[in-house]
């Protein structure tokens, strides 16, 4: 069947650095995504990795490794902005993306 | 336009109503995905379309739920004799690609059904 799980929430404070894990068991891969969605709002597109390694994107850096069904989205320092939830997605060969219950980061002062 | 579109942006229906949701992709995109999100939770896919050709309406829960995008630009999903479970947030991706590689969300129509 198809997996992903993220933690549910997270908390830090401004200026810190946090790492929202993900891992994956899906039937097919085509790449993974990160979106950032503030309440009551569209997702947004962070990033995208398709191949193993670490991409970097100014604060915001995310990390994949295929073999182990695992990523990870590195946001560094914090801004109060960030408070949002941040979805994982994994891209199916067809194009659909099968997303995670989303990571609500909480920022605080 | 600008980005993708949605309306209405909010639609409350009595239990057994009709409703109909629309979506403007970004022009030229040939990739719409039609997603629902339920409150806490991520987006789940609906169905999917490439231009006027509906390729995958796998995630569609029942044979209530029909969409359409009959000219490749606009789309619409309708929800017939609408329940309370389908209240949720309904959302629309479109990619320029085929299969869609990075894809951008409308605003999402909230649905809530009494």
């Known amino acids: 069947g198809q997996n992903i799980d993220q933690p549910t929430e997270m908390t830090a404070t401004e200026g810190a650095i946090v790492q929202i894990n993900c891992t994956y068991q899906t039937s097919g891969f085509n790449g993974l995504f990160w979106y950032q969605q503030h309440a009551g709002e569209a997702p947004t597109f962070l990033s995208y990795?398709?191949?193993?390694g670490l991409e970097e994107k100014g604060r915001f850096s995310s990390f994949l490794s295929r073999s182990k069904g695992y990523s990870y989205l590195l946001l560094k320092e914090l801004q109060m902005k960030d408070s949002a939830s941040y979805l994982c997605a994994v891209r199916a060969p067809q194009g659909k993306l099968q997303f995670g219950a989303g990571t609500q980061v909480v920022v605080t002062p | 336009g600008a980005g993708v579109s949605q309306s209405p942006r909010y639609k409350v229906a009595k239990r057994g109503q009709d409703v109909a949701l629309r979506c403007d992709p970004i022009s030229g995109h040939v990739s719409l995905f039609w997603y629902q999100q339920a409150l806490g939770q991520g987006p789940e896919f609906l169905t999917y379309f490439q231009n006027e050709a509906q390729l995958d309406k796998s995630g569609l829960p029942s044979d209530r739920f029909f969409a359409e995008r009959p000219e490749g630009s606009v789309s619409t999903l309708k929800i017939q004799r609408t329940q309370q479970e389908d209240s949720a947030v309904y959302l629309c991706?479109?990619?320029?690609?085929?299969?869609?590689?990075?894809?951008?969300f409308g605003p999402g129509t909230r649905l809530t059904v009494l």
């Open positions: 991706a479109s990619s320029f690609q085929p299969g869609g590689s990075e894809q951008f």
């Open positions: 990795n398709v191949l193993d």
